[in-house]
């Protein structure tokens, strides 16, 4: 019912006498203005008072606590006396209406400007994301633990004193009412100072200084002194008061209220996605484990595991020949029919050596060491590189020296084998 002034994008006001000014939020949603504020700023050169005005006069008529609580700072408070204040518009909230009373017949400015992109909004919303995906670790972080407490002993005093009392409170009904009566009186505190902070902060600096030091200081001893938390119980707790104060800063993060219902729902189906999520990349890996092709580590052999190799080999795989000529299925009147010798081979089925000593030993004079084969294979290789390189014989004569060592067992492999 009041014939006030509306305010638009870019306007400049000046004027002397007592008025009241209304901005009308655009009920038209666009998400360019995620992040957008507008910045209203009233300043002269003699005080004047600032007295924002609620659309409900009637405090009775308040739906929520909030509103109610909201009301009754807006008559309780005293209206602010000062000659340059501003405030802070979000796009797509209430409509704002505010009254300037000047004292004196002095001329004053109104100006409305409009913020792209807000920094304490996008602020919040960044906190609020950070804080509710991290809640579990920094709940058991043993220095968030104490900055919260500093945090909480400075926003919600009569909180956090209560916590610290906890133990001589016998009853705990009693203690939930105590709780909440602290809560309440803490928000009520919160939304003045919030509403009052410029007009706190430049005519009693000083003392705010000292209370956030006294307070700080102390909470940080009280912290201390409890220590950090221990049981599972208390960090779930915890866990849960970070993520709902993490709701708290994305609702108070964006202008746009149905993006903030959005990115929470979003939120709580990544959080009770994880463990789904988890156990399909452990699967995963698991299967890719089992099914990649493993790749394959060659080994050099000694000379000593060359020879070790060669003869357990040939022993295991006689054995299996054995096995197999004496099994019933074997085909032995056909074998028999084009073996050379059937009484030698008779011999190895029932178990005798392969070779015969006589074998055995012209094996040894022919490849052994010192045999005809070594020397012809040494004064061969030996003719053959002085006449390529005479100049490099030395050279050659200790590579193939080296070469003779490793041809020494290789005849003696193979005959096994």
């Known amino acids: ?23 009308v939020q655009n009920r038209t949603i666009h998400l360019q203005y995620l992040w957008s504020t507008l910045q209203v700023k009233v300043n002269s050169r003699e005080k004047f008072r600032f007295e924002p005005i609620s659309e409900k006069s009637n405090c009775q008529n308040s739906e929520t606590v909030f509103e109610f609580a909201a009301c009754a700072v807006q008559i309780l408070w005293k209206p602010e ?3 340059e204040t501003s405030m ?3 796009q797509y909230g209430e409509d704002v209406c505010f009254k300037i009373q000047p004292f004196k017949t002095v001329p004053y400015t109104v100006r409305v400007k409009r913020e792209m992109l807000d ?25 968030f633990f104490y900055l919260s407490g500093i945090i909480l002993g400075v926003l919600a005093l009569l909180v956090f004193v ?30 003045c100072f919030k509403e009052n902070m410029q007009w706190l902060w430049s005519e009693h600096r000083n003392y705010l200084l000292g209370y956030f030091l006294a307070v700080g200081i102390t909470s940080f001893a009280i912290c201390h002194q409890h220590g950090p ?18 709701f708290v800063l994305i609702y108070c993060g964006v202008t746009i209220p149905q993006v903030a219902y959005a990115v929470i729902a979003v939120s709580l189906c990544s959080k009770g996605l994880c463990y789904p999520l988890g156990a399909a990349c452990h699967i995963a890996r698991k299967m890719k484990t089992h099914f990649k092709s493993k790749k394959l580590v060659f080994k050099y052999l000694t000379e000593d595991e060359y020879r070790e190799q060669g003869e357990t080999e040939t022993v295991r795989a006689l054995e299996e020949l054995r096995s197999f000529c004496r099994n019933p299925d074997f085909p032995s009147w056909i074998a028999v029919s084009k073996l050379r010798s059937p009484h030698r081979f008779a011999d190895f089925v029932l178990g005798f050596p392969h070779v015969s000593p006589e074998e055995a030993k012209a094996h040894d004079e022919e490849y052994g ?9 040494l004064f061969e290789t030996r003719a053959r590189s002085e006449q390529d390189d005479p100049a490099n014989s030395v050279r050659e004569d200790e590579e193939n020296e080296d070469e003779m ?13």
Request: glycine share 4%; hydrophobic share 45%; with cysteine.
């Open 119 to 143: 920094g304490k909004l996008l602020f919040l919303f960044v906190a609020g994301i950070f804080l509710f995906h991290f809640a579990n670790s920094l709940s058991r972080s043993t220095k």
């Open 81 to 83: 006396t000062c000659t």
């Open 1 to 23: 019912g009041r014939n006030c002034s509306l305010l638009q994008e870019m306007d400049v006001i000046e004027k002397q006498d007592e008025n009241c000014y209304c901005y």
């Open 405 to 417: 060592h490793n041809q020494i067992s290789f005849p003696y492999a193979t005959e096994l084998l």
């Open 88 to 90: 802070s518009i979000k």
């Open 162 to 191: 209560l916590l610290a009392l906890k133990r001589f409170i016998p009853r705990h009904s009693t203690f939930w009412i105590l709780m909440s009566g602290c809560w309440m009186a803490s928000l009520y505190f919160i939304y």
């Open 369 to 377: 060491i010192g045999s005809s084969f070594l020397e012809e294979q």
């Open 229 to 246: 938390l221990t049981t599972e119980l208390s960090i779930t707790l915890f866990t849960w008061m970070l993520q709902l104060t993490a």
